[in-house]
């Protein structure tokens, strides 16, 4: 692979010269830990409030935080819980976060891709692994991409001016 001797320098870069199966690991990884994060924001409300004759208001408040999870974490930091914890990061083409809307876009398509019901997120994984830049199919919507926080710090440093001082 052509990036081999050196540091990724733009998001393209970096998705390239990710190992196909590191990266599905540590992707199935972090989806697993939101899968469970997701649980309990379905069961927890309604429990609670249940307990005070208030279950509709404790299904209204799970639906918000499982609704609001991927995009307000993934749009505006651009990380989840479980990416956070497995060292990954959604970015855009610039390395920047993606934004509400971007995440949104590419939480649409989890329903179908990564939905522990039907076969826990195997669509996504299949895709992820065939597709050049990594991405699987809410990545490609959103025109998103999925990389290591280290990449993202390097791919940023090279995009940032260059402000120190002259000897």
């Not at 924001?41 to 408040?61: K, N, Y």
């Amino acid at each position: 692979m052509i990036y081999e001797n050196r540091l990724p320098t733009t998001v393209v870069e970096a998705v390239r010269r990710q190992d196909a199966g590191s990266i599905l690991v540590r992707r199935w990884g972090a989806c697993w830990i939101d899968m469970v994060l997701l649980g309990i924001f379905l069961v927890v409300p309604v429990l609670v409030l249940d307990r005070f004759h208030l279950s509709t208001a404790g299904g209204v408040i799970s639906l918000i935080l499982i609704v609001g999870y991927f995009p307000l974490t993934e749009g505006l930091w651009g990380r989840s819980l479980g990416k956070l914890a497995l060292g990954l990061v959604v970015v855009n083409a610039k390395a920047g976060k993606p934004g509400l809307l971007r995440a949104s876009g590419r939480t649409l398509t989890r329903v179908i891709e990564v939905n522990p019901m039907l076969l826990g997120g195997i669509p996504a994984g299949i895709i992820v692994a065939i597709s050049k830049k990594r991405q699987r199919l809410g990545d490609m919507l959103a025109g998103t991409y999925v990389i290591t926080k280290d990449d993202w710090e390097r791919v940023k440093r090279s995009a940032a001016p260059d402000t120190s001082v002259f000897d």
